[in-house]
């Protein structure tokens, strides 16, 4: 569609909002009515040219059949459209035998709106467009509103026509109508200072999109195929996809294809438009559902040939959680997958992301609609999909995000991701990837990667919109497309603006292992240490409140003060609930408590206050004094005494937590599982002692845990013994927290840095601003 005729209509409709609803609607609400009307003028233009027949057929099934219902396929095959309208009205009769009543016009025009067929009954009601209309009857503006939607003026037809000074007005095609649509809701959006390309990719993005998707197979395209867009929005995705396809001037010519489009979206309004611009397509507006695709899997069990997404990026999908977890079990099988663990042992794990981000979770259902290469299907499933940063690097190994990444690549899937400029889309200036993925790949790329940096490949707008000021030129597709298709690696050098890389699956995965170092305690019974002894553990400043303020009352029981105290809790805003106010209020709680803090005093008593640097000995003459006394502590107990008297020191002796036997079976079978040497046990945390085939293994100290994260293609005991032992000696890995990681990092692959300006030329400049400057603190001092 010509720029400068698109432009005239978007302005045409856009001046029917200010001449007409200025006094009737704020502002941030002329969508409300703008949007709705000319989906309708759109219909009704299409339904024009056979509404005789659809009369007659009304008579011949009223009358002559005496139908109680309306038969679909009847009115649908005289209508010539998926839809169709039974009341005598059009929107031109609704106009033309309009009476300065608005109340009549509104019973017309009602009358008209419940003519449709159920399809677009539903569009009306997402529209929420009769009570629209009543608003507009109300306040005396239908009549002008009509009028202007049905001006000679503008051609939201797909037929050429007149205007009123005889003058052609070009056809509107279902591709330009879908401009239109866009431009509306982004200028809409705009003025409501909202998310102003929430629903619309720009028309290059797509381009790129549909030519990385269809291009490499263009040969093998069958003659049905499906496309489906789990966030279709408006449907821009769907239909450039098939344009793409069936063009006749186009790179692929499919013109015998069927395509069948399918789609989700959440949002009432775009699902509207949406659903509309199939049914004016004459596609089946069934295929396309509302709601929330993450809650429900409206297609479940249904495979596509291809999918192309631009999912929302960085909004929380919390509300949404409960249909996809119970508790921290995930319910929905598309976001369940298996993955081996460090010793291969295949495991059910999540792949959930954070809840603030649910951008992975869409790519995740178009892999779960991935067809199965079999001898029917030869091409699999390709798909597209738009994504920020995030999804490349966020959550660490074993989180949602990184088992996502991983699947997706030790499964092969993942083919290539191009890096776009900045400020390309409507909506935000943030780096943003098309994440390309197929489950057949050629055997050149099998097991590979490749990364294009095709952030330096756009030209400027001459004026901004939202905050896309730059776009992709056919020349730049062009040079995408053939770095990829070629699988060629470049680098950027003075002309060369586009820069690729080619990996293997495994360059992109890590293992994350925790690095330990062992408990050095120093111990000591002191008064002041075991006065904390008396308090709640968990609350000990609101424990020693309440004794203060209670005495001794606190060991009979806090009932009968209930309220003062919740009040208290309340006006200092404390995070106790009510399960714990409870515990609070009996005196079990604190005579249990004071009971421990008198054990400690007992311990004292006999121990004294002598400074212990030897933890294990200092234990040891504790638990003497309890077997003597005998008294029976818990586990929890005990330690709640030795962690209010010890303290971490470097200089103290190391804690032992355990020596154990190792020979024989059980020493092989440690050695096989760690796999290493037994001389290399010590790196693993068991450390010979002086009796031969025994080993000490020591607690370790959470404060100076660390954790390093290892290549896949390294060896982890290689990588310790050269980046971490050299540097911390007292330390050993821990096997049994490895977990196994990916991210894909473009800074990491494709930074080039500033070469470093030379000495000279900086004295240059700093010589050059001394002389500019000379005389000027003089002056300003009045010297």
């Keep these: 569609m010509n720029h400068a005729v698109h432009n005239r209509l978007v302005s045409f409709i856009w001046s029917i909002a200010d001449d007409c609803l200025r006094d009737v609607y704020v502002r941030g609400k002329y969508r409300d009515v703008i949007l709705p009307m000319v989906v309708l ?56 035998n309009a009476t300065n009543s608005q109340q009549i016009l509104l019973g017309n025009f009602e009358d008209y709106l419940n003519g449709f067929s159920a399809n677009v009954q539903e569009i009306i009601s997402k529209f929420n467009l009769r009570a629209q209309i009543k608003h507009m009857a109300d306040k005396d503006v239908l009549l002008d509103v009509l009028e202007k939607f049905t001006s000679p003026d503008i051609n939201l037809t797909p037929f050429e026509k007149l205007d009123s000074g005889g003058r052609k007005l070009p056809a509107l095609t279902n591709l330009g109508m879908g401009y239109v649509f866009e431009e509306l809701i982004r200028k809409f959006n705009e003025e409501n200072n909202e998310e102003a390309g929430e629903h619309y990719t720009p028309r290059e993005v797509i381009d790129l999109m549909t030519h990385m998707v269809f291009e490499p197979i263009k040969n093998q395209i069958p003659s049905v195929i499906t496309i489906y867009d789990p966030a279709c929005g408006t449907g821009g995705m769907l239909t450039e996809s098939e344009n793409f396809i069936t063009d006749s001037e186009g790179e692929i010519k499919a013109t015998n294809t069927s395509v069948y489009m399918f789609g989700k979206e959440v949002n009432d309004e775009t699902y509207a438009i949406c659903k509309s611009d199939m049914m004016i397509k004459g596609k089946d507006p069934g295929h396309i559902k509302v709601g929330s695709t993450l809650s429900t899997d409206e297609f479940a069990g249904t495979k596509f040939d291809f999918m192309l997404s631009n999912p929302p990026y960085g909004k929380s999908w919390a509300s949404e959680q409960k249909y996809i977890k119970d508790g921290k079990y995930v319910i929905d099988n598309r976001f369940k997958i298996k993955l081996k663990n460090y010793w291969g042992e295949e495991e059910d794990v999540d792949a959930v992301p954070r809840s603030s981000d649910g951008q992975l979770l869409f790519l995740m259902e178009m892999v779960d609609k991935m067809k199965a290469l079999t001898d029917k ?37 993942l083919d290539v991701i191009i890096q776009l400029p900045n400020n390309i889309f409507y909506n935000t200036g943030i780096t943003t990837y098309i994440w390309i993925l197929t489950n057949n790949k050629p055997a050149q790329r099998k097991g590979k990667v490749q990364l294009i940096d095709a952030s330096e490949m756009y030209q400027k707008l001459r004026k901004n919109l939202g905050n896309k000021n730059c776009e992709l030129s056919k020349t730049h597709i062009s040079d995408i497309v053939n770095c990829y298709l070629e699988l060629s690696e470049k680098e950027k050098k003075g002309e060369q603006k586009l820069a690729s890389k080619v990996f293997d699956n495994r360059d992109f995965g890590y293992y994350k292992i925790n690095i330990e170092r062992p408990k050095r305690l120093k111990a000591q019974f002191t008064k002041e240490k075991i006065e904390v002894l008396k308090w709640d553990k968990s609350q000990p400043e609101f424990s020693q409140y309440l004794f203060e303020q209670y005495g001794m009352e606190v060991y009979s029981g806090l009932e ?50 002598a400074e212990f640097t030897n933890f294990n000995i200092f234990t040891a003459k504790v638990d003497e004094v309890l077997k003597q006394d005998k008294t029976k502590l818990s586990a929890s107990e005990k330690k709640q005494i030795l962690d209010a008297v010890s303290w971490y020191d470097e200089t103290a002796e190391k804690v032992i937590k355990k020596t154990e036997k190792l020979n024989g079976q059980k020493l092989d079978a440690l050695l096989e ?14 450390f010979a002692n002086k009796a031969k085939g025994e080993y000490i293994i020591y607690e370790t100290e959470s404060d100076l845990r660390d954790s390093e994260s290892i290549p896949l293609k390294e060896n982890i005991q290689d990588y310790y013994l050269r980046e971490v032992q050299p540097y911390a000696e007292e330390s050993w890995m821990a096997l049994d927290s490895v977990k196994i ?18 000495l000279e030329e900086v004295t240059e400049d700093i010589l050059a601003l001394e002389k500019e400057g000379d005389g000027l603190l003089a002056e300003i001092l009045n010297f």
Aim: glycine share 8%; charged share 25%; hydrophobic share 35%.
């Design 41 to 96: 003028r759109r219909l009704d233009a299409l339904l024009e040219s056979t509404k005789q027949h659809v009369l007659e057929e009304v008579e011949f099934q009223k009358n002559t059949m005496k139908f109680t219902e309306w038969d679909d396929k009847g009115m649908t095959a005289a209508s010539g459209y998926v839809f169709y309208n039974t009341s005598e009205w059009t929107l031109q009769s609704l106009h033309g």
């Design 741 to 758: 990681g990916y991210e894909l990092s473009f800074n990491k692959y494709f930074y080039q840095p500033a070469p470093l300006r030379s």
């Design 673 to 686: 599982f760690l796999g290493c040497t037994e001389k290399d046990l010590s790196y693993y945390g068991y």
């Design 560 to 609: 009968a003060h209930k309220k003062a105290i919740a009040d208290y809790i309340d006006k200092h805003e404390l995070n106790i609930n009510a399960k714990q106010l409870t515990a609070f209020l009996k005196k079990e709680a604190w005579q249990k408590q004071e009971e421990l803090y008198q054990n400690a005093v007992r311990l004292m008593e006999v121990l004294g206050t």
């Design 377 to 413: 299907n030869k091409i699999g499933s390709r798909i597209a999909s738009v994504h920020n940063g995030s999804s490349l690097f966020t959550g660490d190994a074993g989180g949602g995000e990184s088992n996502i990444r991983r699947y997706i690549i030790e499964n092969d899937l």
